[in-house]
């Protein structure tokens, strides 16, 4: 029978807020608002896009199984994890991950800088389509002709006409600005200005149209679509599978999950910036579950609606829909329209806060001239794939982060360091051991191999953890039950302390979900970013730093710097966080950390736990609300 004797905690205990939370912080005028937001931020060009791209080029519907795989399995977990901690820390990326450990602002702040990258692109994909909508009402443009504009027709309208690629040469290089991008990129920026500086409720409100009309046109697009002669054979199309594209082509695995990163905009910083306007006491759980299958049920949709438009190209040029040779954005620039065309009747379609705003749609716009060249394609393309790599990166050290680094100061002061680093070693070493001899081997064997030396160099790893767990009891002369205490503080407590302490404000959050932040998610990304670094074309080029062929200097050098540049603030927080210091948020709702020194909880048994008399143990615990959460340990009293 066990006695428990509550010690006085030395000092009053820092409590976590879990009621109204940092005081003048502004709020979302309501759930629905928050929801506008996220799922508006999360449906997009990803949706109608780059998902049915995807699904165009990998076998169909054979996508959806990497793709429901690592929605489920890896974006859900992460979207649940940003919104939780902007909801628990009340800030942004940089001092959430700050708030985990000082030396971690460097992976909220590639997060931001990962969005940033994307918006500067990504805006250009809006300007181009206000410069294709407006150049539909000249008397020259093709949609004016008798009869259906063809899928050619309509790719070399939006290359020339709107991209304006015919004066770029054979060296791929930009030759000249395409002013009417400039101006419709300026007026695109400006548009985000207005919507951004006037504060969190001002956005909510414009959420309501940003989100209600894409989707009202979705379906009014759909019901054209399925409408039109051949719009049968592209959705058997898009509901066909070739399974053998899951093995004959393992990039698409890396791309399943990049997609789903794109389509809930998760590593870019935005949810968890959301979930820190949300109200404390907002379910978590429930809000990442709506967002993720409001976005999923969108996508899926628009793939309807795009593929039915290309059954009916498909059946009025008498080609295969595979001929059509269209792909990427071109493919959706050659799909919609054509629906737009056919729809009876005409249709048109501090520092104060806006001084920042200014500041950063200023800079934004100017970073993405670039793509307003006549090479501008080229930048987007070229870019838009390079990002895949670093989006992954984020979002692994965004789980070890969150799964591996929280409360690591008690875990080390109840385990000692050489049983945490050892332990960290041997699981993070060992895959990128087992995919340094997975990808420098050739033949059949080479994923056995690689799976071989994973297992192999993590035992071995565990063995020298495992020694100096046994040395730790012998020296401090702890019973036999001190080893499975130890084994759950070191595989388990840190993942644990995170879930109870985001449950106390977010609410309930499942055991589930901590096991893929700290197990699963980061070995899946980390194999993922090799092979995606792995990958060769036909001819044995490495796909990275080569992609499709186009010039090194400036596209390939760009794109790889991206990664780089993403790299060295993830490292250069790691080793020189003084650096990153002036991101520190003065009035975060969460205390800052401090040593262990709080509750005691002295146990008293009449034997101990392998059966034999001992002495009383006091033990560290953490209560509900009590920063920082203590990691369990036990000495002799």
Same mark, same amino acid.
């Given at each position: 029978?066990?006695?428990?004797?509550?010690?006085?905690?030395?000092?009053?205990?820092?409590?976590?807020?879990?009621?109204?939370?940092?005081?003048?912080?502004?709020?979302?005028?309501?759930?629905?608002?928050?929801?506008?937001?996220?799922?508006?931020?999360?449906?997009?060009?990803?949706?109608?896009?780059?998902?049915?791209?995807?699904?165009?080029?990998?076998?169909?519907?054979?996508?959806?199984?990497?793709?429901?795989?690592?929605?489920?399995?890896?974006? *859900?977990?992460? *979207?649940?994890?940003?919104?939780?901690?902007?909801?628990?820390?009340?800030?942004?990326?940089?001092?959430?991950?700050?708030?985990?450990?000082?030396?971690?602002?460097?992976?909220?702040?590639?997060?931001?800088?990962?969005?940033?990258?994307?918006?500067?692109?990504?805006?250009?994909?809006?300007?181009?389509?206000?410069?294709?909508?407006?150049?539909?009402?000249?008397?020259?443009?093709?949609?004016?002709?008798?009869?259906?504009?063809?899928?050619?027709?309509?790719?070399?309208?939006?290359?020339?006409?709107?991209?304006?690629?015919?004066?770029?040469?054979?060296?791929?290089?930009?030759?000249?600005?395409?002013?009417?991008?400039?101006?419709?990129?300026?007026?695109?920026?400006?548009?985000?200005?207005?919507?951004?500086?006037?504060?969190?409720?001002?956005?909510?409100?414009?959420?309501?149209?940003?989100?209600?009309?894409?989707?009202?046109?979705?379906?009014?697009?759909?019901?054209?679509?399925?409408?039109?002669?051949?719009?049968?054979?592209?959705?058997?199309?898009?509901?066909?599978?070739?399974?053998?594209?899951?093995?004959?082509?393992?990039?698409?695995?890396?791309?399943?999950?990049?997609?789903?990163?794109?389509?809930?905009?998760?590593?870019?910083?935005?949810?968890?910036?959301?979930?820190?306007?949300?109200?404390?006491?907002?379910?978590?759980?429930?809000?990442?579950?709506?967002?993720?299958?409001?976005?999923?049920?969108?996508?899926?949709?628009?793939?309807?609606?795009?593929?039915?438009?290309?059954?009916?190209?498909?059946?009025?040029?008498?080609?295969?829909?595979?001929?059509?040779?269209?792909?990427?954005?071109? *493919?959706?620039?050659?799909?919609?329209?054509?629906?737009?065309?056919?729809?009876?009747?005409?249709?048109?379609?501090?520092?104060?806060?806006?001084?920042?705003?200014?500041?950063?749609?200023?800079?934004?716009?100017?970073?993405?001239?670039?793509?307003?060249?006549?090479?501008?394609?080229?930048?987007?393309?070229?870019?838009?794939?390079?990002?895949?790599?670093?989006?992954?990166?984020?979002?692994?050290?965004?789980?070890?982060?969150?799964?591996?680094?929280?409360?690591?100061?008690?875990?080390?002061?109840?385990?000692?360091?050489?049983?945490?680093?050892?332990?960290?070693?041997?699981?993070?070493?060992?895959?990128?051991?087992?995919?340094?001899?997975?990808?420098?081997?050739?033949?059949?064997?080479?994923?056995?191999?690689?799976?071989?030396?994973?297992?192999?160099?993590?035992?071995?790893?565990?063995?020298?953890?495992?020694?100096?767990?046994?040395?730790?009891?012998?020296?401090?002369?702890?019973?036999?039950?001190?080893?499975?205490?130890?084994?759950?503080?070191?595989?388990?407590?840190?993942?644990?302390?995170?879930?109870?302490?985001?449950?106390?404000?977010?609410?309930?959050?499942?055991?589930?979900?901590?096991?893929?932040?700290?197990?699963?998610?980061?070995?899946?990304?980390?194999?993922?970013?090799?092979?995606?670094?792995?990958?060769?074309?036909?001819?044995?080029?490495?796909?990275?730093?080569?992609?499709?062929?186009?010039?090194?200097?400036?596209?390939?050098?760009?794109?790889?710097?991206?990664?780089?540049?993403?790299?060295?603030?993830?490292?250069?927080?790691?080793?020189?966080?003084?650096?990153?210091?002036?991101?520190?948020?003065?009035?975060?709702?969460?205390?800052?950390?401090?040593?262990?020194?709080?509750?005691?909880?002295?146990?008293?048994?009449?034997?101990?736990?392998?059966?034999?008399?001992?002495?009383?143990?006091?033990?560290?615990?953490?209560?509900?609300?009590?920063?920082?959460?203590?990691?369990?340990?036990?000495?002799?009293?």
């Amino acid at each position: 029978m066990l006695d428990v004797v509550e010690v006085a905690p030395q000092g009053a205990p820092n409590k976590v807020d879990t009621s109204g939370g940092t005081p003048g912080r502004e709020r979302w005028s309501s759930r629905a608002a928050f929801y506008c937001a996220a799922i508006g931020s999360a449906v997009g060009f990803g949706n109608v896009w780059r998902f049915p791209s995807l699904v165009y080029e990998y076998g169909g519907a054979a996508f959806l199984l990497p793709y429901l795989l690592a929605l489920f399995l890896v974006g *859900l977990p992460i *979207l649940i994890l940003e919104i939780s901690l902007g909801q628990y820390y009340e800030t942004g990326d940089v001092d959430v991950f700050g708030g985990i450990h000082r030396r971690l602002r460097g992976v909220g702040l590639s997060s931001v800088v990962c969005g940033l990258m994307l918006v500067t692109y990504y805006s250009m994909l809006l300007a181009w389509t206000a410069h294709a909508f407006f150049d539909t009402f000249s008397d020259s443009s093709i949609w004016h002709q008798e009869g259906t504009v063809t899928t050619v027709q309509a790719t070399e309208w939006f290359e020339n006409d709107i991209l304006g690629l015919d004066t770029v040469g054979e060296d791929q290089l930009p030759t000249r600005m395409v002013w009417p991008n400039v101006g419709y990129s300026f007026l695109t920026w400006v548009t985000v200005f207005l919507c951004i500086a006037w504060g969190i409720k001002a956005t909510g409100r414009v959420t309501y149209f940003t989100l209600g009309f894409p989707i009202i046109m979705l379906f009014v697009f759909l019901g054209r679509a399925v409408t039109l002669e051949g719009s049968d054979d592209g959705i058997s199309a898009y509901l066909s599978t070739d399974w053998s594209v899951l093995v004959k082509h393992p990039e698409v695995w890396p791309k399943a999950v990049s997609q789903t990163f794109f389509s809930l905009s998760v590593t870019f910083g935005i949810m968890t910036a959301y979930g820190s306007h949300c109200k404390r006491d907002e379910p978590a759980l429930l809000n990442s579950c709506v967002i993720a299958m409001s976005n999923f049920f969108y996508e899926f949709i628009a793939g309807f609606a795009v593929f039915g438009t290309l059954g009916h190209l498909a059946w009025y040029q008498g080609v295969d829909i595979n001929e059509l040779g269209v792909s990427g954005f071109g *493919l959706v620039f050659s799909s919609w329209p054509v629906i737009l065309g056919m729809l009876p009747g005409a249709l048109f379609k501090g520092v104060a806060k806006w001084k920042i705003s200014l500041g950063i749609t200023v800079m934004s716009f100017l970073f993405s001239l670039m793509y307003a060249t006549d090479a501008g394609s080229i930048f987007f393309d070229t870019m838009d794939y390079y990002i895949n790599f670093v989006m992954i990166l984020v979002g692994a050290f965004e789980c070890v982060s969150a799964g591996w680094i929280y409360n690591i100061e008690e875990q080390i002061d109840a385990l000692g360091p050489r049983i945490v680093f050892s332990n960290m070693c041997s699981m993070f070493g060992s895959i990128i051991f087992a995919c340094i001899v997975w990808f420098s081997l050739d033949n059949d064997s080479a994923v056995w191999a690689g799976c071989l030396s994973f297992f192999i160099f993590l035992g071995i790893g565990m063995l020298f953890t495992g020694y100096f767990m046994h040395k730790k009891i012998q020296d401090e002369g702890l019973g036999s039950w001190a080893l499975r205490s130890m084994v759950y503080d070191l595989l388990f407590r840190n993942m644990m302390d995170l879930r109870e302490d985001l449950s106390v404000v977010v609410g309930p959050l499942p055991v589930v979900w901590a096991v893929l932040i700290k197990f699963v998610i980061p070995p899946v990304l980390l194999v993922l970013f090799a092979m995606g670094c792995d990958a060769s074309y036909d001819d044995g080029t490495k796909v990275f730093g080569h992609y499709k062929g186009f010039p090194t200097q400036p596209y390939q050098v760009l794109g790889v710097l991206a990664v780089v540049f993403a790299l060295f603030i993830l490292v250069s927080s790691l080793a020189a966080p003084r650096l990153y210091e002036f991101f520190t948020k003065q009035d975060s709702p969460v205390p800052q950390k401090a040593k262990p020194n709080t509750t005691l909880m002295m146990v008293t048994t009449a034997h101990d736990f392998d059966g034999s008399e001992d002495e009383p143990v006091f033990r560290a615990t953490s209560h509900e609300g009590v920063w920082p959460p203590q990691a369990a340990f036990a000495n002799k009293a």
